[in-house]
């Protein structure tokens, strides 16, 4: 009955917040992932890739990077995603425009998620990411992502939703992107592949402002 009465609340406090607040979304300035930096230090960006329509529409993305870079010094390749969503509405009908937890995306894209924890980030910014290590079949892969909207880095897709609905009510903003990192793991050297998301993590970063409005 706890778990009952909390859903009640949040679905009512949803539909006062909506109803009775800010109408219309603030759109900030920002840069488009077109113009994003393909040569970073020791990285560069060697296939830019483009998702389809319908992949387009089920996320309900406005821009994006999807790009495998690679490191000829430490002989490392990473794949970057990074989703920006210009708004993001929810509503009683079931219709959604919002960032997809990965943790829901994987396993339905056959990848196991066999680890998985929050770990504070050092990238010249405060926040946590979540930390997941996913197989399928014999492949493994180390993934980094997190929730980077409105100034706010964060980790965990309820606080990512609450702070939706009080930063619409607030500041008339629902803009938020998901910044994801895959590094594959190889031969089950997994601290191999934690040093790279590091070297490629610092070298991006500081660049993300740029394309997702604080």
């Known amino acids: ?47 830019v890739q483009e998702m389809s329509d319908d992949i387009l529409r089920r996320l309900g993305v406005t821009d994006y990077l999807l790009c495998d870079f690679v490191n000829p010094e430490l002989e ?21 425009n919002v960032i997809h937890p990965p943790e829901h995306c994987l396993p339905g894209a056959g990848w196991d998620i066999i680890k998985s924890d929050v770990v504070p980030l050092d990238m010249g910014f405060g ?4 930390r997941v290590i996913i197989a399928k079949g014999n ?38 992107s ?10 089950g050297d997994e601290a191999a592949a934690e040093q790279v998301f590091q070297s490629l993590a610092q070298s991006i970063t500081p660049f993300l402002p740029d394309y997702i409005p604080n």
């Open 139 to 176: 492949s493994r892969n180390l993934v980094y992502f997190w929730y980077q909207s409105r100034g706010r880095v964060i980790a965990r897709n309820h606080e990512k939703v609450l702070y939706m609905f009080l930063d619409r009510a607030t500041k008339r903003r629902t803009d938020g």
């Open 76 to 96: 490392a390749v990473a794949n970057v995603y990074v989703g920006y969503h210009q708004s993001q509405t929810r509503d009683t009908g079931g219709s959604d």
């Open 178 to 187: 998901l910044v994801r990192f895959t590094i594959p793991v190889i031969h």
């Open 1 to 47: 009955m706890a778990k009952l009465g909390v859903a009640l609340l949040f679905i009512l406090l949803n539909l006062y917040t909506y109803r009775y607040f800010a109408n219309e979304d603030f759109i900030p300035d920002r840069g488009d992932f077109a113009n994003f930096p393909l040569q970073i230090e020791a990285w560069r960006c060697t296939n």
């Open 127 to 130: 926040g946590e990411a979540r």
